[in-house]
Every structure is written in structure tokens, then in C-alpha cells.
């Protein structure tokens, strides 16, 4: 069974940085890809921020190339999001997610005052 814990959300300011941290247990992570996503309110839909293949090739959205970036331990089972330069608009819950799977961590909250 496939489970995801997130971490390192926080309230900051615009400007600052963050790192966030998608623990997943089970046999699947090394041979995975795994995305980041945001839900910028309650009722909206997700939308994808970055992801990592098994290989460590990444992929981002448009909004977050060259600020964020995603890297993956396969010793530690962890996939994390460095978030760098952040701006108001970055402000929502992010979810990590192992592609192909339905299921999805409780989210960590990035909040980002102007």
C-alpha cells in the first residue's frame, strides 16, 4: 500500500524560500515518478507543479521554471520541492503524488504574504 506524508509548509514572506518533502512508503518509490501539485483554494482542482521520473529528469509547470525545483533521495523514499523566490500567487495547499496512482498525502499549506 502506497501512503505520502508532506512537510515543510509554512507562512513566509515574498522573496523567501521553502523546501517541502514528500515521504512515501511502500516498494514502488525508486521505480516511480512523482509529482507535486497545488490547490490554490478549497474547491479548486489541483494543478501540477513539477515532477521527477525514476530517473531524476524533471518537468515544470511554466509558472515555477527557473524558481522551483524538485530533486528525489531514493535512499530516504523522499521527493522535494525547493521553492525559491516565492510570490503570493505560490500560495495553496501542495500534494505530492506517485503518477499512475490514485492516492495522495494530507497536503502541506504554503502561505505567501506580499
Known amino acids: 500500500q502506497v501512503q505520502l506524508v508532506e512537510s515543510g509548509g509554512s507562512l513566509v514572506h515574498a522573496g523567501e524560500s521553502l523546501r517541502l518533502s514528500c515521504t512515501i512508503s511502500?516498494?514502488?518509490?525508486?521505480?516511480?515518478?512523482v509529482a507535486w501539485y497545488r490547490r490554490q483554494a478549497p474547491g479548486m482542482l489541483r494543478d501540477m507543479v513539477a515532477l521527477v521520473t525514476s530517473g531524476g529528469t524533471p518537468n515544470y509547470a511554466d509558472y515555477v521554471k527557473g524558481r522551483f525545483t524538485i530533486s528525489r533521495d531514493n535512499a530516504k523514499n523522499t521527493v522535494y520541492l525547493q521553492m525559491d523566490g516565492l510570490k503570493p500567487e505560490d500560495t495553496g495547499r501542495y500534494y505530492c503524488t506517485v503518477v499512475g496512482f490514485t492516492v495522495w498525502g494530507q497536503g502541506t499549506q504554503v502561505t505567501v504574504s506580499s
Open positions: 511502500g516498494n514502488i518509490f525508486s521505480r516511480s515518478t
